[in-house]
């Protein structure tokens, strides 16, 4: 009666905070949970979120698992789509390429602008999983290809679809740049920027731009982005223009970017094989149980410097398993909160979801939370909640010490197409 009681309150508190914070609710289906858009999510505008039977999503350069996924307008490179659908047998699935501006807004632009070849392609023939509880299908589609191939630069977004139905499963973000100009990108250390005195990172790029650029003030946007959360791009909103030839531009002060941001790591590459922050397997269960040690914030005041992955490596083995995670989070005192916490991170494509709220208890005065995962290595943080926004800095560790990861974009507005073009995509790591 008591966990009835609980889940109805924490119910009633979710439908309260989603119902009266302006937050767009994506339904998956009539009997799936509900995943929730909020307005500083790393999710891109217009983005399909899968149904809970595909997961596993990977988009990637060639094979080159941990790389961007962009291609050079022009080249020989492809992107690599990989993902698994649970249960059922092989079928056929449509793939669909839409161009967006530089702020994912629809281009509106028709598809012979940015297309060669079929408007269309499929995916098809994948291979089975030789594990069951669950059993999947994997699938892998290469593209550019010889049905389709890309002739205009700029942000993409690629939509997988039923076959039978057309309906979108889910879509993922793809760049596609020009390499034409050199930028030059620099990071500033900012203090005394909040409450917390937390870095900040007040990032600078410098751009010499091609000769088909007339006015860089009213031709040119410079985006910056930390740890390819593409949804979160930040437009630099100050600029100099003072060198010829030279387009200066950098984030202000206030929209700065804070400096330290907390991945954990979790190695579940093995699931039965002992990791140094797996407390306990349970191999009898359906789907097999991985429960991790308590996470507590704050216990490490000289954690270990690591190079986070970002968006996931699942393993491609087909004798790879789903196992049942199991998350605990122990917070201080003075970060005590009534507000929902979530857990999230490539597993569930960086979003908040129902099925990954942590649940409070009192017997070990800590939170529980968990998640379907495929055996693979990963990063996930702890998020909360509050007025339509998450907020996944308040629950990181003061000397959080994960290396980050900045990307730069610089488009192009096409004033014959009135619409954006990628010039160049660069990215650095902090140091």
Known sequence: MTSFINTFIISSILL?????????????????????????????????????NIKSLQLYRGELKESHPSIRLGS??????????????????????????????????????????HREDLIEGGQPS??????????????????????????YLMEVL????????????????????????DLEELFGL?????????????????SFVVSPVTDLDIRFVQNRFWGRSRLADEYDVSESGVYRAYLSRPESFVGVYEFRPLDIAR?????????????????PQVWLFRDVVNLDVTPRRRISTVHGIPRDDLRARYVDVRFELEL?????????????????????????????RSSTDSYVGRAIIKEGIYDYKYAIVERGRIDDLRLDASFASTELEYTTLIYFRDPGLQADRLLLMDWERTR
């Open 332 to 360: 201080p005192e003075r970060e005590a909160t009534d507000l929902p916490i979530f857990v999230y991170g490539p597993f569930n494509n960086w979003t908040i979801h129902d099925a990954n709220l942590m649940e409070y």
């Open 130 to 155: 030789s594990v069951q509880n669950p059993h999947y299908m994997h699938y892998r589609y290469q593209f550019p290809n010889e049905n389709m191939q890309l002739v205009l630069s700029g942000n």
């Open 271 to 287: 699931y039965d094989a002992p990791q140094p922050d797996v407390v306990e397997v349970r191999s009898g269960t359906i789907p």
């Open 194 to 210: 909040d409450a917390r005195y937390r870095v900040h990172h007040q990032p600078f790029a410098r751009f010499s731009y091609p």
């Open 76 to 117: 020989n490179d492809v992107l690599t789509l990989r993902f698994d659908e649970l249960g059922g047998s092989s079928r056929l699935f449509r793939v669909r390429i839409r161009h967006r501006n530089a702020d994912w807004s629809d281009s509106r632009l028709l598809s012979d602008f940015y297309l060669r070849g």
């Open 162 to 185: 039923e076959y039978e139905t057309s309906r979108v499963l889910f879509s993922l973000p793809f760049f596609v740049h020009e390499n034409v100009g050199q930028v030059q990108f």
């Open 16 to 52: 309260f905070l989603f119902t009266t914070c302006s937050v767009e609710r994506v339904t998956i289906s009539d009997f799936d949970d509900e995943v929730y858009i909020l307005e500083n999510s790393p999710v891109v505008a217009g983005q399909v979120l899968p149904p809970d």
